[in-house]
């Protein structure tokens, strides 16, 4: 290996950690081959509730198995491996024929490939990039969404068409295989006591981080790392809440008719500016956290998630809901680039790998977080919008007030022109609630 103060071979191994990132981090696929895959099977709906939010804890349980293996023996035979479970992972999906069948290939052996490899790959960056690990952070997450932003419209449009949903599975795994595999060749650790060219490193050594170098056991007796790994898990529910359901948000709540033409065009359009604004947050901030240090970053992440949360839910104009869409997608992004260096730099960079792994657990809690919310206020949302069921709540009871004294015997037309007046054109859903009894009156 080069010499302890030479930065020769380290782009190389970035280059190369970038790759394994832009094609194992295709999870964000799921959106896309769920709904061709219920559209085959569309009984399967319930069933596949909860196979995103397995997948995710699956992986980063292996995360953290992947982090302490890598820290051990360096991560290429870890990514290896981790191409072989996720390439067979996604084949064997494009056979299933059962709902347990798409939970144990997708969910679980997928599942453990993305974890094996994605944390390694993350980690290996850090190591290497001590003296800017915030740059490193982020363009190594930038690469993993810009993965699901090429390959996205590439099943969609091209394979999906050609081969059907479950040779376009079979079609991925392949690839996935072949370019996870190829790009550990060039995986490799640090040799130990290598620094950075012109780096000095901190009194404490040059891992050593704000609480020491301290190993997985030390890390979670900090109360730092409880504060740390909870934040984690309710800031990254906004961004979760939005995997594979911002779509057809958009379309619930920009659309009397979720269903047409202009909002499953709208879709499309809604995806591409959430994942470039995800893009965008990821570099900027992998800038912004060497300047200006994780906690500040994060704090400015955590109120732009808090300010994008405000407009979204006051949203029902098109302009407005892409300002918190982009608001929303860049602040998701940001935390994703940030709590790598964060618990690098708490807790030290020595054991990255399996401290990172545990602090995702963070993330992969936040999928259960959202889950259940996006459940309950999709369907809620399609059924109506707040503003709408205020005002025809409203509208009902002054109908039902008027009806019931219309049948008690205020039968006079001058008595029932009192009680009355409202037309049509006074309350919008007053066609909809009228009575028999007042429609045969013609009133």
């Not at 981790?82 to 599942?111: D, K, N, R």
């Not at 699901?148 to 599975?169: C, D, H, K, T, Y």
């Not at 949302?381 to 025809?392: F, I, S």
């Amino acid at each position: 290996m080069a010499s302890t103060n030479s930065n020769k071979g380290r782009a190389v191994v970035l280059s190369a950690a970038c790759v394994t990132m832009f094609f194992i981090s295709s999870i964000a696929l799921y959106s896309v081959v769920s709904k061709n895959l219920l559209a085959v099977y569309p009984e399967w709906s319930s069933a596949l509730t909860w196979a995103f939010p397995v997948f995710q804890t699956i992986m980063a349980v292996t995360g953290i198995f992947a982090g302490r293996i890598s820290d051990k023996i360096g991560p290429r035979n870890v990514v290896i491996a981790a191409a072989v479970c996720y390439g067979v992972g996604w084949f064997m999906s494009g056979t299933v024929t059962e709902p347990w069948q798409f939970y144990l290939w997708f969910s679980l052996v997928a599942a453990i490939g993305n974890g094996l490899g994605y944390n390694p790959a993350l980690t290996t960056g850090q190591k290497w990039f001590i003296d800017k690990k915030g740059l490193a952070s982020g363009i190594t997450l930038a690469a993993s969404t810009a993965g699901p932003a090429v390959l996205s419209p590439v099943l969609a449009s091209l394979l999906i068409p050609s081969l059907g949903i479950f040779g376009a599975l079979k079609a991925l795994g392949v690839i996935f295989f072949v370019t996870i595999a190829a790009s550990a060749l060039f995986l490799k650790a640090p040799e130990a006591g290598w620094l950075p060219e012109g780096f000095e490193a901190p009194k404490g050594g040059a891992h050593a981080g704000t609480f020491g170098d301290l190993t997985p056991g030390e890390m979670v007796k900090t109360p730092r790392f409880w504060v740390l790994i909870v934040t984690f898990a309710f800031a990254a529910t906004a961004g979760t809440l939005l995997v594979g359901k911002v779509a057809s948000i958009a379309a619930v709540q920009l659309f009397a008719d979720p269903t047409s033409a202009a909002a499953v065009a709208l879709g499309g359009v809604v995806v591409s500016v959430n994942t470039c604004a995800n893009l965008v947050g990821r570099l900027s901030f992998g800038q912004i956290i060497d300047k200006l240090g994780a906690y500040k970053s994060l704090l400015i992440s955590l109120v732009v998630t808090i300010v994008a949360l405000v407009i979204m839910s006051m949203s029902f104009t098109q302009s407005m809901f892409f300002v918190a869409l982009a608001l929303l997608g860049f602040s998701f992004g940001a935390l994703l680039v940030i709590y790598p260096p964060l618990t690098g730099g708490a807790f030290g960079t020595s054991n990255i790998g399996v401290n990172y792994g545990i602090m995702f657990l963070g993330y992969a809690a936040s999928t259960w977080i959202s889950q259940p919310i996006t459940a309950v206020l999709y369907h809620r949302g399609r059924q109506r919008r707040l503003p709408a069921v205020l005002l025809r709540r409203h509208c009902d009871r002054r109908h039902r007030r008027r009806a019931h004294r219309l049948h008690d015997g205020l039968r006079q037309q001058e008595e029932v022109r009192l009680v009355l007046p409202m037309r049509q054109r006074d309350c919008p859903f007053a066609a909809f609630h009228r009575s028999p009894v007042l429609r045969s009156r013609n009133v």
